[in-house]
């Protein structure tokens, strides 16, 4: 076996292809053929073996948070010839669950990308091409929601950031938070953070005093989106 030693985490670049009311999402955890940000290309069939060994061990996190448990594989499709074909029921009985799924249906209503990414390792590579992935083995798969620096901002960093933008971004990004606060499926939790944050638009980043203030994710993913 040759294994390599380190986590990988993959992005498919591909937005999901359906999401309906009753917390389903389908897409692709992976797609063959193209090369992706780490210069790698799966091989079609790449990931037979190990959905094959592990279908039922495979759980759907957000974010790659081993934390943060959101849904299981409804179905698993290693021999789509496009990639890893996913159907992936969302836990719509925990609100973790629940608010991602309204996370990535309110991002997707609203026109922005947002889709699957595995966590795994790699197994073989092509011997006459090492950037040729051969086969996997999944350990996750997650729901893309806000996996970026971004999150690591404090809620004054965010403000002066957004401040930094142009006023046409500005617009764009407190009238997609508009958006999200309108949204009645969201938990009170989240809307109450996205009323308080909503009450900071026009308020000077020196002046914001509520470092700490935790921000939903809903937040941190719209702005990645538009900074």
Known sequence: MDMESQFIIKKSNIPFDDITENGIIKGWGNVYNIEDLQKEISQVGSFIKTVTEKSKQIKILRDHNKSLFVGVPQELDAYDQYGLGLTVKMSMNTQLGKDTFE?????????????????????????????????????????????????????????????EQSELTQQMFWETITKAYDNTKFSDTILKSLELFLSLEHK????????????????????DLFI
């Open 204 to 223: 000077p980043a020196d002046e914001v005093t509520l470092k700490e203030e935790p921000m939903p994710k809903i937040i941190t993913s719209i702005y």
């Open 103 to 163: 996370d990535v249906k309110f991002l997707k209503d609203n026109g922005f990308d947002v889709g699957f990414s595995i966590g795994g390792y790699v197994m073989k590579r092509s011997k006459s091409n090492k950037k040729i992935v051969t086969e996997y083995k999944l350990e996750e798969i997650s729901v893309l929601v806000g996996y970026s620096p971004a999150n690591q901002l404090s809620l004054v960093d965010t403000i002066k950031s957004i401040n």
